[in-house]
């Protein structure tokens, strides 16, 4: 844990390297000061996947990275807004950098408490916030001269977040402070859980991405408990159902061309991807940068549906001589050894880009899915001659009639609030959680307070 005086200096450094305010609120205070005992809680929207729950006890549910464009992510170089140290306690609903990635520059800047996740989440941590460490700082090595700012963390800052986490049964209710809350498992990625909080005689579930109830690998998400309050994900649009033929065909076309294919991946490695593509690739060297995608299919076993098995393709560190496939993260390609790959690959017509769901507005791999001529990669800008296929999904989380009818099979909340996903996404599920079940349901405004 890092001492007071490390801790002061370093959010001061930050402030001094990246000109951006301690809050992006102007005139917002800690949402705790002031708060009455047994009132009802106070719900705090803080960008991404983080949100403040203000009660006896304050809760920061999601202490994840922000996606998006170059503006927004310059976010995670600098110091925290104040509304994160005001927590009690943290509650991560994944290991994915979305839920998790900012808890270590969180504890660098000085805070502590416990942190508490299911204990899949808690067993992929160290290997997800190591890995982007590493990633951050070979980022940074790479460019001249080098970016503003210090990495969002290091890996001694890794080190003094995993001392704080808390593993919690799924299903088991556990109580902190003044509160009580739960998991319960959510689907599409290992250890990923929605979380109902119980506070001043009030109750709040907040579910992230849902997973599909057909997936390839995981159980489907338990049913949504009954609360006063929903957050809930927007879904990504519905998947396309030849997406896997989509992929074999990119893959086919650049091996004729002589040719590799780079796929930006998030935290799975892309490994299930591959099992559901057996038998129509053509017989191609696997390259996964990076040890995320075998570390998550070794926790996966105790979620496994009946009968999937795990996926063991033979894997490389390093893309031989010849066309390959490569997995690499971050699956925004806006940090991450994906780069490396895209500035060797993305100049020659030969090769290939298959980009997996969809992706943020603004990042790198929204701009390649757009048509991009050119990306800018550790300072210079690339050429983008080679293939670029987008997706449009991934197949491994719930679509739209999906997670309208998770949400409707339980009795209306009093308020349903939609949030991270894209805008057009966001206000769709509104409009239908509305206009088909009845519902109150509003998509807020970042930094927005209401009432529990």
Request: aromatic residues 4%; proline residues 10%; charged residues 20%.
């Amino acid at each position: 844990m890092p001492d007071g005086s490390r801790a002061a200096a370093l959010r001061a450094a930050r402030r001094a390297s990246v000109p951006y305010r301690t809050s992006p609120w102007p005139g917002r205070l800690h949402v705790t000061a002031h708060h009455p005992a047994h009132a009802d809680p106070l719900l705090t929207f803080l960008g991404g996947a983080r949100y403040l729950l203000a009660a006896d006890t304050t809760l920061l549910i999601g202490c994840g990275l922000v996606e998006g464009p170059e503006t927004a992510w310059r976010r995670n170089f600098s110091p925290g807004p104040d509304e994160l140290h005001a927590a009690d306690a943290v509650i991560l609903p994944s290991a994915d950098l979305g839920h998790a990635g900012f808890l270590p520059q969180l504890v660098a800047e000085g805070w502590h408490g416990p942190v508490f996740a299911t204990p899949a989440t808690a067993a992929l941590l160290p290997v997800v916030l190591s890995d982007a460490a590493k990633q951050f700082a070979e980022d940074a090595a790479q460019v001249c001269p080098p970016p503003p700012g210090v990495p969002p963390f290091r890996a001694e800052d890794v080190t003094c977040a995993l001392a704080l986490v808390r593993p919690v049964e799924v299903g088991s209710l556990h109580r902190v402070g003044g509160v009580e809350f739960e998991f319960g498992r959510a689907g599409g990625r290992v250890g990923a859980a929605w979380v109902r909080v119980r506070a001043g005689g009030r109750s709040v579930v907040f579910a992230g991405p849902l997973g599909a109830a057909e997936h390839p690998l995981l159980r489907a998400p338990d049913p949504r408990p009954r609360s006063d309050v929903l957050v809930l994900a927007a879904p990504e649009p519905p998947a396309d159902g030849h997406l896997a033929g989509r992929f074999a065909a990119a893959v086919h076309r650049a091996v004729r061309r002589g040719g590799s294919v780079v796929v930006p991946v998030a935290v799975d490695g892309g490994v299930e991807l591959l099992r559901a593509l057996t038998g129509q690739l053509p017989p191609l060297p696997v390259v996964l940068d990076g040890d995320l995608g075998l570390e998550v299919h070794r926790q996966a076993t105790a979620e496994l549906r009946r009968g999937a098995r795990v996926p063991a393709p033979e894997l490389l560190r390093e893309p031989p001589d010849g066309p390959s496939i490569i997995l690499a993260g971050l699956a925004t390609a806006d940090s991450g050894r994906v780069l490396r790959h895209l500035a060797r690959l993305l100049p020659d017509r030969r090769n290939g880009v298959v980009l997996l769901g969809h992706p943020a507005p603004g990042t790198r791999a929204a701009q390649l899915a757009d048509g991009a001529r050119h990306l800018k990669v550790h300072g210079r800008y690339v050429p983008v001659r080679a293939e670029v296929t987008a997706l449009g999904g991934t197949a491994a989380f719930a679509g739209p009639e999906e997670v309208l009818a998770w949400a409707t099979a339980t009795p209306a909340p009093e308020t349903a609030f939609v949030v991270e996903g894209e805008p057009e996404s966001a206000q769709a599920l509104a409009k239908a959680l509305h206009a088909e079940a009845d519902w109150c349901a509003v998509v807020p405004e970042e930094g927005e307070r209401v009432l529990c």
